[in-house]
């Protein structure tokens, strides 16, 4: 059953589904649906429709909502990742993965030890790209909400913005011993948002690492993990103990 997304506006009276914008030509000359076909779309507020096509026009398709699932597919608690810009494509493997995982927001965050420097015609254009790729992936994996990816932002900017969260997780591969990093996350408590600070392939610089006591450094095991596993290792232990 094929995802879309719209506006909470585009939803009538509970009733039916105004599709409008690109995914018209998606839904009408790429996937060739007709009328009476399900699909599935949720609007900005989290909520998920099970619908079948009414009518497809050109310039919109209108869909009857025969199912509302309150629920959805979100994780309860909010996760937002920040992580230190990677060489060459991995970013987008790092956003499409983290999406399908359920990250809630993507933080790309210029470290010491990063390869790679973006001025803000390139950033502008690589966040495009990115987001692209969330939606893309929000699709596939059946999300309710499509993650939202930041421009970037300085490291010093990153602290800012997770002082304002419940909790922040570092995996970091000098740490040892899982236990701690089992407690860690098995105290991580519904409706928390959760940070998650990654470094790039150079590792964090001494000076970055050193943080407050209220970021919890953890292990990720006793091997070495790359930038763009290490999100997802992390990610992957949350949904374990988060997900109901």
Request: include cysteine.
């Amino acid at each position: 059953m094929y995802q879309f997304f719209v506006e909470d506006e585009q939803v009538q009276a509970q009733e039916k589904i105004m599709i409008t914008g690109s995914d018209v030509n998606h839904i009408k000359n790429v996937l060739r649906m007709r009328a009476g076909e399900r699909v599935r779309i949720s609007d900005a507020s989290g909520k998920a429709y099970f619908c079948h096509l009414e009518e497809v026009r050109d310039d919109a398709v209108v869909a009857t909502i025969d199912q509302v699932d309150e629920r959805g597919t979100e994780l309860g608690n909010k996760i937002i990742l920040f992580q230190g810009l990677p060489k060459g494509d991995k970013m987008e493997l790092i956003i499409q993965k983290a999406t399908e995982l359920g990250i809630s927001e993507i933080y790309p965050v210029a470290m010491k030890n990063c390869v790679v420097k973006l001025d803000d015609k390139k950033a502008q254009s690589k966040v495009t790209r990115w987001q692209t790729i969330a939606e893309s992936a929000a699709k596939q994996s059946k999300r309710t909400v499509i993650p939202k990816v930041q421009m970037p932002v300085t490291w010093k900017k990153a602290l800012d913005l997770a002082s304002a969260m419940d909790v922040k997780l570092v995996p970091y591969e000098n740490e040892r011993g899982m236990e701690a990093t089992r407690e860690t996350i098995r105290g991580i408590k519904k409706g928390q948002t959760v940070a998650i600070f990654v470094g790039p392939e150079g590792g964090f610089s001494p000076e970055e690492i050193d943080l407050p006591e209220e970021y919890k450094r953890i292990s990720l095991g006793r091997r070495i993990l790359r930038t763009e596993t290490a999100g997802f290792a992390t990610l992957s232990m949350l949904v374990y103990e988060l997900e109901e």
